[in-house]
């Protein structure tokens, strides 16, 4: 039997009123914030921040239909300054609009610029979704004309309560007498987000035979794994593809780098997400071996904040296909490692004197940088001399990986430390 609407479970389920909606307490109780604006019928311009699925679209659904404001929506994914501007007119026609913009933290400095003026002037009230940090995310100027709201995870008492609701409201589901006998699979599967929970018990419903229909974890299991979708940025599958992204590009294997990459686009991945996560490959594999990648993948981060979908996947691709076939060191990271362990063990030691800042009479009677050589004085730019405290001088926390640029490095630690540190 068919489901007697062609619209999702999730968006017939989705609630009109602040009653109805569920979590969120904090925002939508009694006396809380939302309500009282809603009560005062006075607007202001918000970001929700939260995970997916926790209600941001619906809250700002609900406070345009109770305010009776004109309601437009853009979706950053698919949206550019044409689409704002558009927006902006329709609502300077109209006197005044409420403006929802979902996943808001996609749109690039332009688009969000172009925003400013018609909040400022208060054409439109801006309602911006976020699943990332605004303080980031969002252009300073735009985001001190909201208020940021932050929406927590649903509760497993959430989830239930949604699905009850479900169970007891909607009119296809009470047709096939749909009942919850195990709810495990269905809660740990939805990853807490509720638009997934409602569609994964419409779509375990759908695959059921006709009549009493009972969900069990195995039944649940079982029609995930036959039909719901490969990638989900917010679960289990997301982090097996980018550890799987991240080893072929540390392998130095150009074709299955950019296959993840691929997995990754048409899954709907933040394309900042991939490049901030190139900006850390190139320090922590690729490092001295070949410092270009490193600005190769700051330029590509800045470049992809410029551009975003779809045009940033080719600059992800060069970037991606660059540092694969780039050689690799993690000399920079083990270092660090390094220094932080032997500063764990041996605490706060004293600057040695000679090195320490002397800006004033007294520090300099107390020896404060007495014996210090500037290097640039000395033949070859170099003078040998003890930066370490004493108690750990001649400690060696670097070490130049096997590579021809890093070779250069040791042999000119070689020349100038004539032996010391081992190099």
């Known amino acids: ?155 497993e008492e959430h989830l239930v309560a949604l699905v009850n609701q479900a ?10 007498q749909v009942e919850v006998k195990e709810w495990e699979a269905l809660l740990q599967l939805s990853g807490g987000d509720a638009r997934k929970l409602l569609n994964l018990l419409e779509l375990t419903a759908s695959a059921l035979a006709e009549g009493a229909c009972d969900i069990t974890n195995e039944v649940v299991v079982d029609v995930v794994q036959n039909k719901m979708a490969i990638y989900d940025k917010s679960g289990e599958q997301h982090y097996d593809i980018i550890s799987a992204f991240i080893k072929s590009i540390r392998g130095s294997d150009p074709n299955a780098a950019v296959y993840w990459l691929a997995r990754m686009v048409e899954g709907g991945e933040d394309p900042k997400f991939i490049a901030r996560r190139l900006l850390i490959l190139a320090s922590e594999d690729i490092g001295n071996a070949n410092p270009n990648a490193l600005l190769l993948a700051t330029s590509t981060f800045q470049a992809v904040e410029m551009i975003g979908w779809p045009e940033s996947r080719i600059i992800l691709s060069q970037c991606v296909t660059y540092l694969a076939s780039s050689p690799k060191s993690n000399a920079a990271y083990m270092a660090i490692n390094n220094a932080q362990r032997l500063v764990s063990k041996t605490g706060d030691l004293p600057v040695p004197l000679h090195i320490r800042n002397a800006p004033t009479g007294l520090m300099k009677k107390l020896d404060y940088g007495k014996g210090y050589q500037y290097a640039h004085d000395h033949p070859g730019n170099f003078v040998e001399q003890e930066f370490l405290p004493d108690k750990i001088a001649g400690s060696r926390l670097y070490e130049p990986g096997n590579n021809a640029s890093e070779s250069k490095q040791r042999d000119y630690l070689r020349h100038c430390w004539k032996g010391k540190y081992g190099y």
Not at 167 to 176: A, C, K
């Open 167 to 176: 169970l007891q409201q909607d009119e296809w589901l009470l047709s096939r």
């Open 1 to 155: 039997m068919p489901s007697l609407s062609n619209i999702p479970l999730a968006e017939r389920m989705r609630p009109r009123t602040l009653e109805a909606f569920i979590g969120q307490e904090h925002l939508v109780g009694k006396g809380k914030v939302l309500e009282q604006m809603i009560q005062n019928r006075k607007a202001h311009s918000i970001i929700f921040w939260g995970p997916p699925g926790v209600g941001k679209t619906t809250l700002a659904q609900i406070v345009a239909r109770s305010l009776d404001m004109p309601f437009f929506t853009l979706s950053a994914i698919d949206s550019g300054v044409k689409d704002v501007r558009a927006v902006i007119e329709k609502a300077r026609m109209a006197g005044h609009a409420l403006l929802f913009i979902d996943e808001i933290h996609r749109f690039n400095k332009a688009q969000q610029d172009s925003l400013l003026g018609a909040v400022e002037k208060g054409i439109i009230t801006l309602i911006g979704a976020t699943t990332e940090n605004p303080s980031f995310e969002v252009i300073s100027a735009l985001l001190s004309r909201c208020q940021v709201y932050v929406l927590q995870p649903l509760t």
